[in-house]
């Protein structure tokens, strides 16, 4: 199975209400990053919280990571219909043989709700 | 600055067709990607480049192959299409590659391929 999945894989809430999407991971990280992506669209990057932070904050989004368990959980509080897209985790990890691996998620769809 | 593009956006071939699908960034980004996006799967990464000249393989390298002439300019090609490469094909750039701060992706709007 991929590295990062997101749970649920779709959420849908009220405008104003806040929405928790989940990302769970199998190895060691160095980073984990957040994605939105509006249909059609490209992704577009949020929010990067390294494996040594626990807990990152940009605008209306919270991001708290934590290593043990090996999740990661995106709020985005007070919602607007406008925050209507996919949003998919996307882990950072090196590997043995020298290099760099990121592997996304399979995404969460949120629908706000006007 | 027009960040990353991809073009074209759309595009069907027939089995057997070869096409090549051209990202450009304006950013002088080291690092170029491409990824392919199928329903339920999320993003793969099919291969990727840390500079101007050099390639690598990402997860899903089978039947595509990639150059980077130019440090603005990473082709992706498909010799052979086949109906399994259906898929829509995102490409995107970063400063920077590993831990740590810069290695946010920029992407492009994608292109829709499509193999009949």
């Known amino acids: 199975s991929q590295q990062g999945e997101e749970d649920p894989q779709a959420l849908s809430i009220q405008e104003g209400e806040n929405a928790t999407m989940n990302c769970s991971y199998k190895t060691s990280i160095n980073n984990l990053q957040w994605y939105r992506q509006n249909s059609g669209r490209g992704l577009v990057h949020l929010i990067l919280i390294r494996s040594n932070e626990r807990e990152k904050h940009s605008g209306r989004l919270r991001v708290t990571l934590d290593t043990s368990k090996k999740s990661s959980s995106l709020l985005i509080t007070a919602s607007r219909a406008a925050d209507t897209a996919s949003y998919f985790c996307?882990?950072?990890?090196?590997?043995?043989?020298?290099?760099?691996?990121?592997?996304f998620g399979t995404g969460t769809r949120l629908k706000v709700l006007a | 600055n027009a960040g990353v593009t991809q073009t074209p956006k759309f595009r069907v071939l027939k089995t057997g067709q070869s096409m090549t699908l051209l990202c450009a960034q304006d950013?002088?980004?080291?690092?170029m990607y491409w990824y392919r996006q199928d329903p339920g799967m999320g993003l793969r990464l099919i291969h990727y480049s840390v500079g101007e000249g050099t390639t690598a393989k990402g997860e899903v390298p089978d039947g595509y192959n990639v150059s980077r002439l130019k440090k603005q300019n990473f082709l992706l090609g498909l010799e052979s299409a086949a109906p399994s490469q259906t898929s829509v094909y995102f490409c995107a750039s970063s400063y920077w590659m590993g831990g740590g701060s810069n290695n946010e992706q920029f992407f492009g709007p994608g292109t829709r391929l499509t193999v009949l």
């Open positions: 950013m002088n980004h080291e690092y």
């Open positions: 996307a882990t950072g990890r090196g590997t043995t043989s020298g290099t760099y691996k990121y592997i």
